[in-house]
């Protein structure tokens, strides 16, 4: 059976991303194979998009086609502030996570375990693993093995982290590329045989905007090289930033909290030329009041659109003459930044101005949250036995 992700005559240590042998690992574009069946016990295959506002699973046992698991939560930890009166917070707890911990905001300290897209609070992050797992209810004795995301050319650090936020959490393991995952998450194995489908795993260029990074990548068939993929700090959460101190600059005697920003940042971001001016009524003091955001809120977003834009070029730049022409085709912008209003036509409007043949830019679409997670399953099922990694308890 031909296998999703194959790797030869490499040798494994702790917990790796799965490596390229030879400069380049093979990816198989056919038909995924059907899911592996269980032998001994039963093991559950666990898609996990560990993003830096948002977390995604998907899980799915070996040997059946349905989703067992589909959850989306928010990726915040909120622990309780000291002396907080009885009965305020639910059963009294003393740390929340995800939605919870976001209405009860008041109440809580709240600490984002992911900053631009990696772990940087190890005890939070584990605490939120926990809370990941905990929602994975499987039959004793069940084996759990997980794909996890993890930003484009995420260093040694930055794996070791997450190594330690699901240890002894989950049974095996794999450190995936997010933009690669978003890609094979992105394709539809029922079109395969099509002959006017485009297959984004043969030839494309995928831009994965989350909240911590922005990660654009090569995807040609194979596992994507060092060389093939740039993982950028500048995604959803510097938008916020920009427009944050921008709206503060223009405004001063207005405060707006950074569950706000984001608010507005979600409804009304944009790119190119405003429809009409963002208006937006907000809280100060106590009082109604309607700000002008339009200039704010869009050069907060052409900035990230220009960061884009010149890494596209990069990778671009990297492609055979052989292959860029259809990779020009087939440029996806994926994650929670493709709903940026005009992201896609004004970034093939710059490439088309910069001179390069008939580009074609689209959007991922309605399920962007989903993709990610969605391709790890997909990895999961896949990968060999001898891919997976044990995680030291």
Not at 23 to 39: H, Q
Not at 229 to 244: E, N, P, R, T, W
Request: charged share 25%; aromatic share 6%.
């Amino acid at each position: 059976m031909s296998s999703v992700l194959s790797v030869r005559n490499h040798r494994f240590t702790k917990l790796e991303s799965i490596p390229a042998a030879n400069g380049r690992a093979r990816f198989d574009t056919a038909t995924l194979p059907p899911a592996e069946k269980a032998t001994e016990k039963s093991v559950l295959f666990l898609g996990f998009d560990w993003g830096t506002n948002k977390s995604c699973l998907k899980a799915a046992y070996a040997g059946k086609p349905e989703t067992a698991i589909d959850q989306i939560v928010p990726t915040v930890v909120g622990y309780a502030k000291d002396g907080i009166v009885d009965g305020l917070l639910p059963d009294n707890a003393t740390v929340l996570f995800g939605k919870q911990a976001l209405q009860h905001r008041l109440h809580l300290n709240l600490v984002q375990p992911m900053v631009d897209g990696v772990v940087k609070d190890v005890a939070s992050a584990r605490d939120f693993a926990k809370h990941l797992r905990s929602l994975i209810d499987v039959p004793a004795g069940t084996e759990i093995r997980a794909v996890i995301g993890v930003p484009a050319n995420a260093d040694s650090t930055a794996r070791e982290n997450v190594r330690q936020g699901v240890s002894g959490l989950f049974d095996r393991v794999l450190l995936v590329p997010e933009p690669f995952l978003a890609a094979l998450g992105f394709r539809d194995e029922t079109r395969l045989s099509g002959s006017d489908y485009v297959d984004p795993v043969r030839n494309s260029l995928f831009v994965d905007i989350g909240g911590g990074t922005t990660d654009v990548c090569l995807v040609q068939g194979y596992y994507p090289t060092a060389d093939d993929q740039i993982s950028l700090a500048f995604a959803g959460d510097k938008v916020d930033a920009l427009f944050y101190d921008a709206v503060r600059k223009t405004y001063p005697d207005c405060e707006l909290s950074p569950i706000k920003v984001r608010e507005l940042k979600e409804q009304h971001s944009f790119v190119g030329k405003a429809d009409a001016p963002v208006i937006v009524s907000v809280m100060v003091n106590g009082k109604v009041r309607k700000l002008d955001i339009t200039e704010q809120l869009g050069n907060a977003c052409a900035e990230l659109l220009n960061v884009i834009f010149g890494t596209v070029k990069d990778l671009i730049a990297r492609t055979s003459s052989d292959s860029v022409g259809e990779l020009l085709q087939n440029i996806i912008i994926t994650g929670g930044g493709s709903r940026i209003r005009g992201l896609d036509t004004e970034l093939q409007r710059l490439l088309a101005e910069e001179g390069y043949e008939q580009p074609c830019v689209r959007l991922a679409g309605e399920r962007y949250k989903e993709f990610v997670a969605l391709g790890a399953l997909k990895a999961a099922r896949g990968a060999r036995d001898n891919q997976w990694q044990q995680v030291i308890k």
